[in-house]
C-alpha cells in the first residue's frame, strides 16, 4: 500500500470530521501536510467541491495536453524502440537517378504503410515490420552501409515525435492543402461571400489531400487515396477558416491605423504610401483621398491601397488586375504567362485587358469635361482649335470694328483742333533720355532714332493737331515690325514713352479744355489700347485671331503648344491673355484640347493593331510629365489644381493597367525550369504521369486563378482567404496522421 491508501484507505470515504478537520487546518502537523498536498494534487477536492471539480477538471486536462504535447515531440509514449534512429540523413537527402530525392518522396506518402510502399518502389523489397504501437521500420543491409555510409541495422522511416522527416511531410502536405485550400477560399468567397469562403476552403483542402494521396500512388504506394485523410484535410480547413474568419475583426481593430488621412491633410505615413504607389501627395482629388483613407485602414501594404483608390475614383472607375495592384514581377509574370494561352483562363485574362482598354478611353471624354465643362466634347485638337479661333477671330473684328469707328469720330473733330506745339516739344525731348534709361541707346538703334527725329519735325510745325501726331504712331508702328528684333525692340520703347505722353495730355485736355474734342481721341486711344492688348501684342494670338491668317486650326493649334515645345517664350502670358479674351465654354475647349493633344501621344505611343486605337499608361504619363516639367508656367496657366490632380491620377492609373515593372514578363521556356525540377525530384516518370494526370485539374484551376487574378483587390491585413483553413488542415493531417495506428502488415501489399 502506498503512503497514500496508509493515510485515506479510500478518498471518497474520508470520514467528514477528518474532512472538516483538514480543510479547517487542525489535523495532527504530519496529517496536515499529507493532507494539504493532497488537495494540492487534486486527489482531495477543494472545500468548494463545485469549484473544486472544475479545478480538478482544468488540472487533468492540462496535464493531458502538457503530456499529448510532449508525447509529439518526444514520441516517448508512441514508440517501442525509442533507440532506434531514424533513417539518417544521408539516405533521406540522397537523390536516386529516376527516383528523385529520398525524403521528399516519402513525404508524399501520410502514413507510414504509404512511406513503406514507396521505400519498397525506390530500393527494392527490403524487409519492413511495424512495432507495436504501428510505426513502420526497415532493416538495412550492408549494401546501404557502403552506398550511404551508414551502419547497417533498423531504422524507422519516419520515427514518433518531431524529426526531420516530419519536416518533409509537413512542407508536401502544407503545399497541397494550403494550395488548393487558399484557392478554394478565393473562389468561393469571390461566389459565395464568407459562407463561399469557408465550404470553399474546405473543399479545398479535401482536394489537396487527394491529390496528395494520388502523386503518392504514382511514387509507389499501394494504399490508394484514404477518404478519412480527405474528410479530415475537409474538416480542419472548415474549422480552420471559421476560426480565421473570426479572428480577422480583432486582427483588424489592432492593426488598422488611421493615420492616413486627417481632417487637415495627407499625414507623413500617408504621404509615404502616396509616393511608394507613385502618386504626389500634393496633387490627389478629395474622392481619392476619402477611399484610400478607406483602403488603407485594412490594407498589409497603404500603397496597394492607394493605387486601387485612383483607379476606382476615376470618373468611369477602371478594374485592376491584382498584377496590377500589387506590382511584384512574380504576380505580373504568372498573368502574362495566363495571358499567353489559348484555353479559358487566357481569354479571362485578354478579356480584362481589353476592358481595362475600354474603360481607359471612355474615361477620356469624362476628365476632358470635368476639367473643362463644355456641354459638348471636343473631339480633337483641330476640332477645339477651330471654335477657339472661330470666336477669337469674331471678337476680333468686332474689337476693331469698335477702334476704327472711335477714330474716325476722334479724326473728325480733331481736325479743327490746334495742340500748343511748344508744350508738346518740350516733352518730347525727354523721350530720348527715357528710352537710354530703359536700355536701348539709340545711337545703336536708327529706326528708333530716325522715329524720335520725325516727331520732333512735327513738333516743330506751326500749327499742330492730334491727327497729326496719331499719323506719326501710325508710321512708326510700321517701324516695329521688321525682321530685326532689336531694332522693333527699340521702336516699341520710343512708342511706349510717347503714348505715356499723349495719354497725359489728352486726359489734360479732356479735362481743363475742349472735352468735346479731345475726349474721342481719348476713347480712341483707350480702346486701340486694349485692342492691341488683347490682339495685336502677342504676335501668337494676332496669328490665330486675324481673319485673314492662312494658317489651318491645326497649324494654329501649334502655335499655341507642342508637347516637344510648348516651351516656347510667352506661351503662358498667351494662354493667360486667351483666358481673359474667350469665353468660359470657348476657353475650356482650348484646355480640352490641350489634354487632348497629351491623349494623342499616349495613343501614338501604345503597339496597337492596324486601325485599332490603344492607349499607352506610360506614353501618356511621359507627355504630361514632359508638359509640366518643361513648362511649368504653361501647364498651370491651362490646369487648376483640381485638374492637374485628376490628370495625374489617370496618368498613374494607365500606367499601372498597361505597363508592367521590370523584370516582370514570362517568356516561352519558363516552364522548362520546373518540368526539370520535378523530373529531379520525383522522377522523370513520375513527373510525366503526374503531368498528365493533373491536366485537367490544372486547366479548372488556371481559368479560377484568372478570375481571381482579373478581379483584382488588395492584400488585407486580415488573414487571407483559405490561409488559416489550410495551415489548419495540414496541421491537423500531420497530427491525426501520426496518431492513426496501423494495424496491416507491410509486407501485404
Given at each position: 500500500m502506498t503512503e497514500q491508501t496508509k493515510i485515506f484507505p479510500q478518498p471518497v470515504d474520508i470520514p467528514p470530521e477528518t474532512l472538516k478537520a483538514g480543510y479547517a487546518g487542525t489535523l495532527e502537523p504530519t496529517k496536515q501536510a499529507k493532507f494539504d498536498e493532497l488537495v494540492k494534487r487534486g486527489t482531495i477536492p477543494t472545500q468548494d467541491t463545485v469549484i473544486g471539480d472544475m479545478a480538478t477538471a482544468a488540472t487533468e486536462f492540462l496535464a493531458s495536453v502538457g503530456q499529448g504535447a510532449k508525447n509529439i515531440v518526444t514520441g516517448e509514449a508512441t514508440t517501442e524502440f525509442p533507440d532506434m534512429p531514424e533513417i539518417p540523413a544521408s539516405l533521406r537527402t540522397a537523390i536516386i537517378p529516376g527516383s528523385g530525392q529520398v525524403g521528399t518522396r516519402l513525404s508524399l506518402g501520410r502514413d507510414d504503410l504509404r512511406k513503406t510502399d514507396i521505400f519498397r518502389q525506390i530500393f527494392g523489397n527490403v524487409p519492413a515490420n511495424l512495432d507495436k504501437f504501428g510505426n513502420s521500420y526497415v532493416t538495412l543491409d550492408d549494401s546501404f552501409a557502403k552506398r550511404f555510409n551508414i551502419t547497417a541495422g533498423d531504422y524507422y522511416l519516419n520515427k514518433p515525435g518531431a524529426s526531420p522527416q516530419d519536416l518533409d511531410d509537413f512542407m508536401t502536405t502544407a503545399l497541397s492543402e494550403i494550395y488548393f485550400a487558399r484557392l478554394g477560399g478565393k473562389l468561393g468567397k469571390k461566389f459565395g461571400g464568407k459562407a463561399g469562403q469557408v465550404?470553399?476552403?474546405?473543399?479545398?483542402?479535401?482536394?489537396?489531400?487527394?491529390?496528395?494521396?494520388?502523386?503518392?500512388?504514382?511514387?509507389?504506394?499501394?494504399?490508394?487515396?484514404?477518404?478519412?485523410?480527405?474528410?479530415?484535410?475537409?474538416?480542419?480547413?472548415?474549422?480552420?477558416?471559421?476560426?480565421g474568419q473570426l479572428l480577422s475583426p480583432f486582427l483588424r481593430k489592432f492593426i488598422a491605423n488611421k493615420e492616413f488621412v486627417t481632417a487637415t491633410g495627407v499625414t507623413k505615413r500617408g504621404r509615404k504610401a502616396l509616393t511608394n504607389a507613385g502618386l504626389d501627395p500634393d496633387e490627389v482629388t478629395p474622392a481619392f483621398l476619402q477611399q484610400f483613407n478607406q483602403l488603407a485602414q485594412t490594407a498589409s501594404d497603404p500603397a496597394q491601397a492607394a493605387r486601387m483608390a485612383a483607379a476606382e475614383t476615376l470618373p468611369q472607375p477602371v478594374r485592376l488586375t491584382q498584377g496590377d495592384v500589387l506590382r511584384t514581377r512574380a504576380a505580373q509574370s504568372a498573368e502574362d504567362e495566363i495571358l499567353s494561352r489559348n484555353d479559358t483562363a487566357g481569354n479571362i485574362m485578354s478579356g480584362t485587358r481589353v476592358r481595362q482598354q475600354e474603360q481607359l478611353a471612355e474615361n477620356v471624354p469624362l476628365i476632358a469635361e470635368e476639367i473643362a465643362p463644355t456641354g459638348t466634347a471636343v473631339t480633337s485638337p483641330t476640332d477645339a482649335m477651330i471654335d477657339v479661333g472661330g470666336e477669337l477671330s469674331a471678337k476680333f473684328v468686332a474689337a476693331k470694328r469698335r477702334v476704327d469707328r472711335l477714330y474716325k469720330v476722334a479724326r473728325g473733330r480733331g481736325r479743327t483742333v490746334a495742340l500748343d506745339p511748344s508744350a508738346v516739344r518740350q516733352q518730347i525731348a525727354t523721350i530720348s533720355d527715357d528710352v537710354y534709361e530703359a536700355g536701348f541707346d539709340l545711337q545703336n538703334f536708327p529706326n528708333a532714332a530716325s522715329a524720335v527725329k520725325d516727331l520732333q519735325k512735327i513738333t516743330n510745325k506751326k500749327t499742330l493737331s492730334v491727327n497729326d501726331l496719331e499719323a506719326w504712331r501710325q508710321r512708326t508702328t510700321q517701324l516695329s515690325r521688321t525682321n530685326d528684333g532689336a531694332q522693333n525692340a527699340a521702336v516699341k520703347a520710343v512708342i511706349k514713352e510717347y503714348d505715356s505722353f499723349v495719354d497725359r495730355l489728352l486726359d489734360d485736355l479732356a479735362t481743363t479744355g475742349n472735352a468735346d474734342a479731345f475726349t474721342p481721341w481719348l476713347k480712341a486711344r483707350r480702346a486701340n489700347k486694349?485692342?492691341?492688348?488683347?490682339?495685336?501684342?502677342?504676335?501668337?494670338?494676332?496669328?490665330?485671331?486675324?481673319?485673314?491668317?492662312?494658317?489651318?486650326?491645326?497649324?494654329?493649334?501649334?502655335?499655341?503648344?507642342?508637347?516637344?515645345?510648348?516651351?516656347?517664350?510667352?506661351?503662358?502670358?498667351?494662354?493667360?491673355?486667351?483666358?481673359?479674351?474667350?469665353?468660359?465654354?470657348?476657353?475650356?475647349?482650348?484646355?480640352?484640347?490641350?489634354?487632348?493633344?497629351?491623349?494623342?501621344?499616349?495613343?501614338?505611343?501604345?503597339?496597337?493593331?492596324?486601325?485599332?486605337?490603344?492607349?499607352?499608361?506610360?506614353?501618356?504619363?511621359?507627355?504630361?510629365?514632359?508638359?509640366?516639367?518643361?513648362?511649368?508656367?504653361?501647364?498651370?496657366?491651362?490646369?487648376?489644381?483640381?485638374?492637374?490632380?485628376?490628370?495625374?491620377?489617370?496618368?498613374?492609373?494607365?500606367?499601372?493597367?498597361?505597363?508592367?515593372?521590370?523584370?516582370?514578363?514570362?517568356?516561352?521556356g519558363s516552364a522548362a525550369p520546373i518540368i526539370r525540377n520535378m523530373e529531379q525530384t520525383f522522377g522523370p516518370q513520375l513527373a510525366a504521369i503526374a503531368n498528365r494526370l493533373i491536366a485537367l485539374p490544372v486547366s479548372t484551376y488556371r481559368a479560377g486563378r484568372a478570375q481571381v487574378m482579373a478581379s483584382g483587390g488588395i492584400d488585407q491585413r486580415s488573414i487571407p482567404p483559405g490561409l488559416t483553413g489550410g495551415l489548419f488542415s495540414a496541421a491537423g493531417q500531420s497530427e491525426i496522421g501520426d496518431t492513426r495506428r496501423v494495424t496491416v502488415n507491410p509486407n501485404i501489399r
Open positions: 465550404v470553399g476552403t474546405g473543399a479545398g483542402a479535401g482536394a489537396g489531400s487527394v491529390a496528395q494521396d494520388l502523386a503518392a500512388g504514382q511514387a509507389g504506394s499501394m494504399r490508394g487515396v484514404d477518404p478519412q485523410s480527405a474528410l479530415i484535410a475537409s474538416v480542419f480547413g472548415v474549422g480552420g477558416e471559421l476560426a486694349a485692342f492691341r492688348e488683347k490682339f495685336s501684342d502677342d504676335t501668337v494670338i494676332a496669328k490665330i485671331s486675324d481673319p485673314e491668317s492662312a494658317l489651318e486650326p491645326s497649324e494654329q493649334f501649334n502655335l499655341l503648344f507642342t508637347l516637344s515645345g510648348a516651351g516656347k517664350t510667352g506661351a503662358a502670358g498667351t494662354v493667360r491673355k486667351l483666358r481673359e479674351t474667350l469665353s468660359p465654354v470657348a476657353f475650356n475647349k482650348l484646355k480640352q484640347g490641350a489634354f487632348l493633344r497629351i491623349v494623342e501621344q499616349a495613343e501614338k505611343s501604345a503597339a496597337g493593331e492596324a486601325g485599332v486605337k490603344t492607349f499607352s499608361g506610360a506614353g501618356f504619363k511621359t507627355a504630361l510629365t514632359n508638359l509640366k516639367r518643361r513648362t511649368p508656367e504653361l501647364f498651370n496657366a491651362l490646369f487648376t489644381k483640381e485638374d492637374q490632380a485628376l490628370l495625374n491620377q489617370f496618368a498613374n492609373v494607365a500606367e499601372l493597367a498597361t505597363t508592367a515593372v521590370p523584370g516582370a514578363k514570362n517568356f516561352s
